[in-house]
């Protein structure tokens, strides 16, 4: 099964920006829609974005539309999720997966470690 790696959270005051990563430590999603999923301290994993195969056609949860951009690097196997100003209610952990395009509830595969983001007021 392909296993998923993601990186690049930290602590950022409200207003800032970071940038996630997501690639494939083991196989390829290359062929795979992909979605990034947060979790909230308390609270179940939720949908944030959603890119498809080619990079074509993105979907957006409602609360980070206009704010976070997602994006896929074939030639890097990567997929990238573009964070801008980040408020406090951004702060969660961080899970990328793929989705079957239309049906964002879940991921298809393991979830991975996830990466941390901790936004400051």
């Known amino acids: 099964q392909v296993q998923l790696a993601e990186s690049g959270g930290g602590l950022v005051q409200a207003g800032g920006s970071l940038r996630l990563s997501c690639a494939a430590s083991v196989g390829t999603f290359s062929n795979n829609a992909v979605g990034w999923f947060r979790q909230a301290p308390g609270k179940e994993r939720e949908f944030a974005a959603g890119i498809s195969v080619r990079g074509g056609v993105r979907r957006y949860a409602d609360a980070v539309t206009g704010r976070f951009t997602i994006s896929r690097d074939p030639a890097k196997s990567t997929v990238y999720l573009q964070m801008n100003s980040l408020r406090p209610e951004d702060t969660a952990v961080y899970y990328c997966?793929?989705?079957?395009?239309?049906?964002?509830?879940?991921?298809?595969?393991?979830w991975g470690q996830g990466t941390q983001v901790t936004v400051s007021s």
């Open positions: 997966n793929a989705i079957v395009w239309g049906a964002y509830g879940r991921g298809l595969w393991s």
